[in-house]
């Protein structure tokens, strides 16, 4: 049950998902049932529509800084729907901890500081691997003569491009089952890859329809 106040904080990763407002409702939607109950006045709430990758994050977060001055200003806590919107790299939540701004992630309101620190080490270091894995997958493909995003591979050697996509679905599997097992649906899936910055073969974001095919490649 909240109580006291708050300044809520939402973004989004990229200009066409603030536009489009995927993502921001389903924020928006876990700030609410946080507050559903108690007695907690909510005094503002700011939207940034920002990458914010790299230790500067901060510095790259404008309406992040001004949801904290308000925060700072008026003894509020800074409410967020997900840990994860706030970020993955250790050094930027630990700054943010050391800052002396209070917060909470309706998703976790039960996590104390050591806690968050716990999730973004974890977060960040399953992020790594399955960049590692993905790098090991594509660089082994590569030396058995894929010439990996050319356009000439299309007329190339078949069996070798699915080779390719094998290997690039296996090192995903352990993570994908992983998926499965907690429930997440493939939407979800979705947007946990983009989030841990993992790429598609091709080094671009994931889409549905890039995760079902790589799913029935596995059988899953």
Not at 59 to 64: D, E, N, S
Not at 75 to 89: E, P, V
């Amino acid at each position: 049950m909240a109580n006291g106040k708050f300044i809520a904080y939402y973004r989004v990763s990229t200009a066409k998902q603030g536009q489009s407002g995927l993502g921001l409702e389903a924020q928006r939607e876990g700030v609410a049932r946080y507050l559903n109950g108690g007695h907690w006045e909510l005094l503002g709430e700011f939207e940034e529509h920002e990458s914010g990758k790299g230790a500067d994050a901060l510095a790259k977060r404008p309406q992040l800084r001004a949801a904290m001055d308000a925060c700072r200003k008026h003894g509020a806590t800074l409410l967020i729907a997900k840990l994860d919107r706030l970020a993955r790299n250790v050094h930027f939540v630990s700054g943010l901890i050391e800052a002396g701004c209070d917060f909470v992630a309706a998703d976790m309101p039960e996590a104390n500081k050591v806690m968050i620190q716990m999730h973004a080490v974890m977060s960040e270091w399953e992020r790594d691997q399955i960049s590692k894995r993905t790098k090991d997958a594509l660089a082994a493909a590569k030396a058995r003569g894929v010439r990996l995003g050319r356009p000439e591979n299309l007329r190339g050697n078949v069996v070798a491009r699915m080779d390719a996509a094998d290997a690039f679905a296996a090192n995903l599997a352990t993570t994908l089952r992983g998926y499965q097992a907690a429930g997440m649906s493939q939407r979800r899936m979705v947007e946990e890859l983009n989030r841990l910055g993992v790429k598609t073969p091709k080094g671009g974001e994931w889409h549905l329809g890039q995760l079902q095919r790589v799913l029935a490649r596995l059988s899953l």
